[in-house]
């Protein structure tokens, strides 16, 4: 097992997962700030707490916002890429990859989820997002296709 | 390290964890697909790159679709559900369990999830979605039970 | 990988994952409780199968219900919050952390968001479930920091 710990691939998958986990649980944080400053909230106990003290600002603190939704979608959408990445990539590492195609891999998917994160809350024109976010599922399943070519028990 | 990854329970765990994730993969492009061609979207821009030139279309773009929802619910689903999998499965493989007992666990998860999918989408008609989303969460629920019963550490 | 399985460490981070998972999975079921309860569906088919016989009492079930909302916010906080607590707690399970030290990272997270799920469903007024919410993130940003601390390979 040391072994495996001190190697440079499982290294690299323990960086870049540890990244793009640090990168997601922002959007908790950016969430709670829009609802804060923008007077947002779903739970009648936050809006309580943020100076809904009667009930026709409580009324008005219990809605919908968009921009509040667009950070929520843009969780949602690293929740849904994130957590096959991490499944697939440790399973990837297991099978002893090249060092310099495993950090391709890693490099690629990494980069493509923080630019796929501006392109959602800036927001840029679309297919830039679009594009990003079919660039990271590349990157899963050309892992996942390597760990099923590796070896498969059904 | 090389002893586990060349186990045949692990090599089935890396198998069918894969299987399952890539399954729950297709329903990103499959929401992209429905909005798309009945042009649903949640993002101004996403309705802007499909057609939304003017102000109406726009608005008549940027809707809530029952179709659409059906498969964002089905995805959502199989975040819940196939998160506690992969996770209590890589502990459970680590527990060294028998062969035929881990692919028994495997295959009803895998096949409990496909089968889901499929009633989710179609429809079919209740309880069949409903019993395999049980069924599933009773293999978890079983590799859990395994995992705290091989070893525990408070 | 022997020596790994039975340090007392991964036992621990084994034990602290199996209990978040599985707490997690009850929301699940305590969705399914609800909506039944209170007959409250998104899906036709389901409303179908629990006494929407004719077209008015389908209108009727198929709505949003408050309380139900309430169990899926909750399910939603622990996927965001538990998923980089597992991706990030295996890794730091890997960097062989002193027992004691690992411990209290557990100890504190699993009691973080037992406390977090008990605040959301009484509820209990604010601030006591955003402050349980942020000992969570905390405890796994500090995993992070130690993980990223041990060795990085970019």
């Given at each position: ?26 959007m908790g944080p950016l969430t709670g700030y829009f609802r804060m ?38 969780h949602q959408n690293d929740l849904e890429n994130i957590v096959p ?15 310099g195609m495993a950090l391709l891999h890693f490099r690629i998917f ?45």
């Amino acid at each position: 097992m040391s072994e495996l710990i001190n190697s440079e691939v499982f290294l690299a998958y323990s960086t870049y997962t540890t990244i793009v986990l640090l990168k997601m649980m922002i959007m908790g944080p950016l969430t709670g700030y829009f609802r804060m400053t923008r007077k947002v909230f779903s739970n009648p106990e936050d809006a309580r707490a943020h100076g809904g003290k009667d009930e026709e600002t409580m009324k008005k603190y219990l809605r919908v916002d968009q921009d509040v939704e667009r950070v929520r979608r843009c969780h949602q959408n690293d929740l849904e890429n994130i957590v096959p990445f991490i499944g697939i990539g440790l399973l990837y590492a297991f099978t002893k990859p090249n060092l310099g195609m495993a950090l391709l891999h890693f490099r690629i998917f990494a980069g493509s989820r923080i630019f796929h994160s501006i392109a959602y809350l800036v927001p840029f024109p679309q297919p830039s997002r679009g594009l990003s976010w079919i660039v990271g599922m590349g990157v899963t399943f050309s892992m996942a296709y390597r760990v099923l070519k590796a070896g498969m028990h059904f």
